[in-house]
C-alpha cells in the first residue's frame, strides 16, 4: 500500500493559499496578477529546474529573483550550509564566519573599506539610506523612475516592478510627509539630474541608482549618466549610492560598478547595497562604504542600524559558499556565454517568426522587451507590447519554460544551465511567438 499523499494541484493549493495569506502570496509579482492565470507552487528545485506541486518540471529563469546563480541545490553550498545548521541556527553573538565573509565580499568591491551585514535587500537600502543621510546632515534623496529598492516608505515612489504590474505607481500608506524629501527622476535623463543638483544641490543626501535596472526589466543606465552623477554628487557633496541587491555578484564578480570603471576611469560609488547572489538563497543582505561614513553607524557614530538575524550563521555559510564558487577562474566567462546564448535564440526565434523582440544582458542577468528598440527609461518599458509579453509568458510555461510572471522583471541565468536547456527555450520560442 502506497503511503504517498496525492499531489495537490496548483489550483487548489492557490485557493487555500488564498484565504489566510492576502493574494495567496507573500509577495506581490508571485500571484501572476500581470499575466493572469494560476500561480505555480513550487516543491522542489534541482539545478536549473524547478519542479511545481503538480510534479512539472520548469526550465528556471527566475533563480529566485537572482540568488540562485549556481543553480538550485548546488552540493558545495548544500554542504556548507547543512554543517552550519547543525552548529546553530541563530545566535544573535558575532560569529568568526560573518568576519570571514565581509572580508571575501570586500576583496572583492573595492569601493567599500567596510560592509554591514542585513537579512533583506529592502532592510539594506532602507538602512544605506539612514546612513546617507546621517553622514551628510541632508534630507533630501533622488532616486530614478523605475527602479526599486525595496519597500522602505521613502523609496516607494515610482517604484518600478511590483508597483508597476498593480498600477500603482506609488504604494498607499505612504503619508505625503514621508517622501516630500524623495526626488523623482527619469532614469538617464541628464537635463533633469543637472536641474536638481543646480536647485537643491545643497540638500541632496544622496542620489539612489540600480545602475542596471532590473526592476523595470533590464535597463542600463549610460555610461555618460553614471559618469554626470558622480560628478555632481562629489561637486555637492552628495553621496553616489548605487543598489546593487540585483546586479551584485550577478553582472560581474565585481558588480555593475566594475563595469562602469572600466569606462569611467577611478569611478566609485559612494555606497553599495547588495542582496540575492551573497545569500546564495538565503536571506542575507549588506551595505557598505568608504571607513568614514560606515563609522558613522551604530555603535561608533550616531546613526542607529540593527537586526536580531543579521549576519545570521546560516545564511553567512550560504554566502561564503556561493561566493567560492563564483570566484573560480572562467565562472563569469561561461554564465555570460549562456546569458547571451539565451537570448540570441530568444531573439533569433522572434526574427523567424517576424516579432520584434529586442534584449539585452549582462554577466547571468537579461531582458527581452517585445518592441523595435531597446528602452532607456520607464516610460519606453511601459510603451513596450504588454499583451504579446504575457501571451508569450503563458505559451513558454506550457512548454516547461518558467520566465518571471510580469514584463518588469529581469531575468536570471545560472551556471546550471546547460546548452540544452538554452536550445530547448529558444525551440519552445520560436513555437509560441508563431
Ligand atoms: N522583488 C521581486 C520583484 N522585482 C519579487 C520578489 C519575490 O516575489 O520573491
Same mark, same amino acid.
Given at each position: 500500500?502506497?503511503?504517498?499523499?496525492?499531489?495537490?494541484?496548483?489550483?487548489?493549493?492557490?485557493?487555500?493559499?488564498?484565504?489566510? !495569506?492576502?493574494?495567496?502570496?507573500?509577495?506581490?509579482?508571485?500571484?501572476?496578477?500581470?499575466?493572469?492565470?494560476?500561480?505555480?507552487?513550487?516543491?522542489?528545485?534541482?539545478?536549473?529546474? !524547478?519542479?511545481?506541486?503538480?510534479?512539472?518540471?520548469?526550465? #528556471?529563469?527566475?533563480?529566485?529573483?537572482?540568488?540562485?546563480?549556481?543553480?538550485?541545490?548546488?552540493?558545495?553550498?548544500?554542504?556548507?550550509?547543512?554543517?552550519?545548521?547543525?552548529?546553530?541556527?541563530?545566535?544573535?553573538?558575532?560569529?568568526?564566519?560573518?568576519?570571514?565573509?565581509?572580508?571575501? !565580499?570586500?576583496?572583492?568591491?573595492?569601493?567599500? #573599506?567596510?560592509?554591514?551585514?542585513?537579512?533583506?535587500?529592502?532592510?539594506?537600502?532602507?538602512?544605506?539610506?539612514?546612513? =546617507?543621510?546621517?553622514?551628510?546632515?541632508?534630507?533630501?534623496?533622488?532616486?530614478?523612475?523605475?527602479?526599486?529598492?525595496?519597500?522602505?516608505?521613502?523609496?516607494?515612489?515610482?517604484?518600478?516592478?511590483?508597483?508597476?504590474?498593480?498600477?500603482?505607481?506609488?504604494?498607499?500608506?505612504?503619508?505625503?510627509?514621508?517622501?516630500?524629501?524623495?526626488?523623482?527622476?527619469?532614469?538617464?535623463?541628464?537635463?533633469?539630474?543637472?536641474?536638481?543638483?543646480?536647485?537643491?544641490?545643497?540638500?541632496?543626501?544622496?542620489?539612489?541608482?540600480?545602475?542596471?535596472?532590473?526592476?523595470?526589466?533590464?535597463?542600463?543606465?549610460?555610461?555618460?549618466?553614471?559618469?554626470?552623477?558622480?560628478?555632481?554628487?562629489?561637486?555637492?557633496?552628495?553621496?553616489?549610492? &548605487?543598489?546593487?541587491?540585483?546586479?551584485?555578484?550577478?553582472?560581474?564578480?565585481?558588480?555593475?560598478?566594475?563595469?562602469?570603471?572600466?569606462?569611467?576611469?577611478?569611478?566609485?560609488?559612494?555606497?553599495?547595497?547588495?542582496?540575492?547572489?551573497?545569500?546564495?538563497?538565503?536571506?542575507?543582505?549588506?551595505?557598505?562604504?568608504?571607513?568614514?561614513?560606515?563609522?558613522?553607524?551604530?555603535?561608533?557614530?550616531?546613526?542607529?542600524?540593527?537586526?536580531?538575524?543579521?549576519?545570521?550563521?546560516?545564511?553567512? =555559510?550560504?554566502?561564503?559558499?556561493?561566493?567560492?564558487?563564483?570566484?573560480?577562474?572562467?565562472?563569469?566567462?561561461?554564465?555570460?556565454?549562456?546569458?547571451?546564448?539565451?537570448?540570441?535564440?530568444?531573439?533569433?526565434?522572434?526574427?523567424?517568426?517576424?516579432?520584434?523582440?529586442?534584449?539585452?544582458?549582462?554577466?547571468?542577468?537579461?531582458?527581452?522587451? &517585445?518592441?523595435?528598440?531597446?528602452?532607456?527609461?520607464?516610460?519606453?518599458?511601459?510603451?513596450? #507590447?504588454?499583451?504579446? /509579453?504575457?501571451?508569450?509568458?503563458? =505559451?513558454?510555461?506550457?512548454?516547461?519554460?518558467? /520566465?518571471?510572471? =510580469?514584463?518588469?522583471?529581469?531575468?536570471?541565468?545560472?551556471?546550471?544551465?546547460?546548452?540544452?536547456?538554452?536550445?530547448?527555450?529558444?525551440?519552445?520560442?520560436?513555437?509560441?511567438?508563431?
Amino acid at each position: 500500500m502506497s503511503t504517498d499523499r496525492p499531489k495537490p494541484s496548483n489550483a487548489a493549493l492557490f485557493e487555500r493559499a488564498q484565504k489566510v !495569506i492576502p493574494g495567496g502570496v507573500n509577495s506581490p509579482v508571485r500571484a501572476f496578477r500581470a499575466v493572469g492565470g494560476t500561480p505555480r507552487f513550487i516543491a522542489r528545485a534541482q539545478g536549473p529546474y !524547478i519542479f511545481d506541486a503538480e510534479g512539472t518540471r520548469y526550465i #528556471d529563469y527566475i533563480g529566485s529573483w537572482g540568488p540562485m546563480i549556481l543553480g538550485h541545490g548546488h552540493p558545495a553550498v548544500l554542504d556548507a550550509v547543512l554543517k552550519a545548521a547543525v552548529d546553530g541556527f541563530s545566535f544573535g553573538a558575532p560569529t568568526e564566519r560573518e568576519v570571514e565573509l565581509a572580508e571575501a !565580499i570586500l576583496e572583492l568591491v573595492p569601493s567599500m #573599506d567596510q560592509v554591514r551585514l542585513v537579512s533583506s535587500g529592502t532592510e539594506a537600502a532602507m538602512s544605506a539610506l539612514r546612513l =546617507a543621510r546621517g553622514a551628510t546632515g541632508r534630507s533630501k534623496i533622488v532616486k530614478f523612475e523605475g527602479c526599486y529598492h525595496g519597500h522602505a516608505d521613502a523609496l516607494l515612489v515610482k517604484a518600478g516592478s511590483g508597483l508597476a504590474t498593480f498600477g500603482h505607481p506609488t504604494s498607499a500608506g505612504v503619508p505625503p510627509e514621508v517622501v516630500q524629501h524623495t526626488l523623482v527622476l527619469e532614469f538617464n535623463n541628464l537635463e533633469q539630474i543637472e536641474t536638481a543638483f543646480r536647485l537643491q544641490g545643497d540638500s541632496i543626501a544622496c542620489v539612489v541608482i540600480e545602475p542596471i535596472a532590473g526592476n523595470m526589466n533590464f535597463v542600463r543606465a549610460s555610461v555618460p549618466f553614471i559618469k554626470r552623477l558622480r560628478e555632481l554628487c562629489s561637486q555637492h557633496g552628495a553621496l553616489l549610492v &548605487f543598489d546593487e541587491v540585483m546586479t551584485g555578484f550577478r553582472v560581474a564578480l565585481g558588480g555593475a560598478q566594475s563595469l562602469y570603471a572600466t569606462a569611467i576611469p577611478g569611478f566609485e560609488p559612494d555606497i553599495s547595497v547588495f542582496g540575492k547572489v551573497i545569500g546564495g538563497g538565503m536571506p542575507l543582505a549588506a551595505f557598505g562604504a568608504k571607513r568614514a561614513v560606515m563609522q558613522q553607524l551604530a555603535p561608533l557614530g550616531p546613526v542607529y542600524q540593527a537586526g536580531t538575524l543579521s549576519g545570521n550563521p546560516v545564511a553567512t =555559510a550560504c554566502g561564503l559558499a556561493t561566493l567560492r564558487e563564483i570566484r573560480k577562474p572562467g565562472f563569469f566567462d561561461a554564465l555570460s556565454a549562456s546569458t547571451r546564448t539565451l537570448l540570441a535564440g530568444l531573439l533569433a526565434s522572434a526574427r523567424e517568426a517576424g516579432v520584434p523582440m529586442v534584449g539585452d544582458c549582462e554577466g547571468g542577468m537579461f531582458g527581452f522587451f &517585445f518592441a523595435g528598440t531597446l528602452p532607456t527609461t520607464y516610460s519606453e518599458v511601459m510603451a513596450t #507590447d504588454k499583451e504579446r /509579453f504575457n501571451r508569450f509568458f503563458h =505559451a513558454m510555461l506550457a512548454r516547461g519554460v518558467y /520566465f518571471a510572471p =510580469a514584463m518588469y522583471e529581469a531575468g536570471f541565468v545560472s551556471a546550471a544551465h546547460t546548452a540544452d536547456d538554452l536550445r530547448v527555450t529558444a525551440a519552445a520560442a520560436l513555437q509560441a511567438l508563431r
